[in-house]
């Protein structure tokens, strides 16, 4: 939470230069994206450290199958998350935070700037499960120097492409920072400490959930329109 915080604060910093209620707007959007992260991947992680603690003394090549299991139950329940917060984004600035505060442009920018920043949200609940795996390992260095670098990275996304995509940008810093640390702890676990992120059976597993989530998002669209 500690580096979402800096991030924020450097994301506010650098908003403070584009059109009044921009640092407003990219506030709400983040805060809100928050919401289901500390439901979710803080909570999951927490439990999941003496689990993997306990595997990683008694049998370590086991952090492999577990890694892939609760990889699967976090995917599970973020990626149904995130669409349920997509789809209520619009009314939740319309209906509750910017009622009466904010045009229709605004609310339509605080909308679509809560819908970007989710996803990355189901990314960010992995990361935060590898993470628990490395402080099993007691590797504690690696996950510090992780944030420090994807957040540079981010920060230097937002300067170069403030000026093109606006308030914007901010988002599409979260998006790769999320997704360069993702990269250096997925190397890390298997570089350092022989922990192979399963990609192709998590691929699978992917693949059938989407069929079935959407398969079942038509079923309720169709009895519920």
Request: proline content about 4%; aromatic content about 14%.
């Amino acid at each position: 939470f500690g580096a979402l915080e800096i991030s924020i604060l450097l994301d506010k910093r650098l908003t403070s230069f584009l059109p009044k209620g921009s640092v407003s707007l990219l506030y709400y959007a983040q805060r809100f994206s928050m919401l289901p992260y500390s439901m979710l991947a803080v909570a999951l992680a927490t439990v999941l450290l003496s689990h993997f603690s306990l595997t990683a003394i008694k049998n370590p090549k086991r952090l492999t199958f577990f890694l892939l299991e609760s990889s699967k139950l976090a995917t599970w329940f973020s990626i149904p998350m995130m669409a349920i917060m997509m789809l209520v984004a619009t009314p939740l600035f319309a209906d509750l935070m910017l009622k009466g505060r904010a045009t229709p442009e605004e609310i339509n920018i605080a909308a679509r700037l809560l819908t970007v920043l989710l996803c990355a949200f189901p990314f960010q609940v992995l990361n935060k499960i590898m993470t628990s795996i490395l402080y099993a390992k007691n590797d504690t260095s690696t996950p510090m120097w992780t944030v420090v670098f994807s957040m540079l990275i981010a920060t230097a996304c937002n300067y170069a492409l403030i000026d093109r995509l606006g308030i914007f940008a901010m988002t599409v810093g979260l998006i790769i920072n999320t997704l360069t640390k993702g990269l250096i702890l997925g190397v890390v676990l298997y570089q350092k400490h022989g922990v192979l992120w399963p990609v192709w059976p998590f691929l699978r597993f992917l693949g059938q959930f989407i069929f079935q989530f959407l398969y079942g998002v038509c079923i309720f669209s169709f009895l519920y329109a």
